[in-house]
Nanobody, 126 residues
């Protein structure tokens, strides 16, 4: 049984940094992994993605501030968040899927992922 566990959320001041981790158990994380976030009253939105080969993609709203990386030896994917803004406040989720995809931008769509973590809250406030 595959489980994803996020960690690293918390309260951070505007302009600060935070590093989230997503660790998999039950299966080797040799697949693409996405980060999404959901703020109160809003839909879940794509944040970043890293392919099994290490290629990365980020949403325009976080480009230049957030970095996604992976450590396959630890079965873990990270999201380094810098220059945080109050608008970044949300529950952050990691997601993975091992299925075959038929279009190149599938990673931006939450419905394309079968496995999700429980989420970790990030609050940006002074």
């Amino acid at each position: 049984q595959v489980q994803l566990l996020e960690a690293g959320g918390g309260l951070v001041q505007p302009g600060g940094s935070r590093k989230l981790s997503c660790t998999a158990s039950g299966r080797t994380l040799t697949t693409g992994v996405g980060w999404f976030r959901q703020a109160p009253g809003k839909e879940r939105e794509f944040v970043a993605f890293i392919s099994d080969a290490g290629r990365t993609y980020r949403a325009d709203s976080v480009r230049g501030r957030f970095t996604i990386s992976r450590d396959d030896s630890k079965n873990t994917v990270y999201l380094q968040m810098n220059s945080l803004k109050p608008d970044d406040t949300a529950v952050y989720y990691c997601a993975a899927d091992w299925g075959t995809k038929t279009f190149s931008t599938w990673y931006r769509m939450a419905r394309e992922y079968d496995y999700w973590g429980q989420g970790t809250q990030v609050t940006v406030s002074s």
